[in-house]
């Protein structure tokens, strides 16, 4: 956070650091409509991300077979620090 500009009109957009934090979310449906635009928008124009997004599916798909199992704090955090080791810093 932290690199937003002020003008409210702006379309918001994501580093890709911030779409992993979000992307859970997004994936739950839980995003206000401007925030899944962004999202959406970052995805159309990052194939790292869509990469990263479709990892993420089917992880979490993997998990949903289960039964009793959960997506838990240690597979995002895993997933993330994957992600992030892909994308030193932006
Ligand atoms: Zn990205």
Redesign the pocket.
């Known amino acids: 956070m932290g690199t937003e500009g002020k003008a409210g009109s702006v379309v918001k957009r994501?580093?890709?650091g911030e779409?992993v934090e979000v992307v859970t979310a997004y994936l739950d449906d839980a995003l206000d409509e401007p925030d899944r635009a962004a999202v959406e928008s970052?995805?159309a124009r990052?194939a790292?991300?869509g990469l990263?997004l479709d990892q993420f599916r089917a992880t979490v798909r993997a998990v949903a077979d289960q039964p009793g199992e959960q997506l838990s704090q240690p597979v995002r955090d895993r997933l993330m620090a994957a992600f992030k080791a892909r994308?030193p810093s932006s």
């Open positions: 994501f580093t890709c779409l970052h995805l990052c790292d991300c990263y994308h």
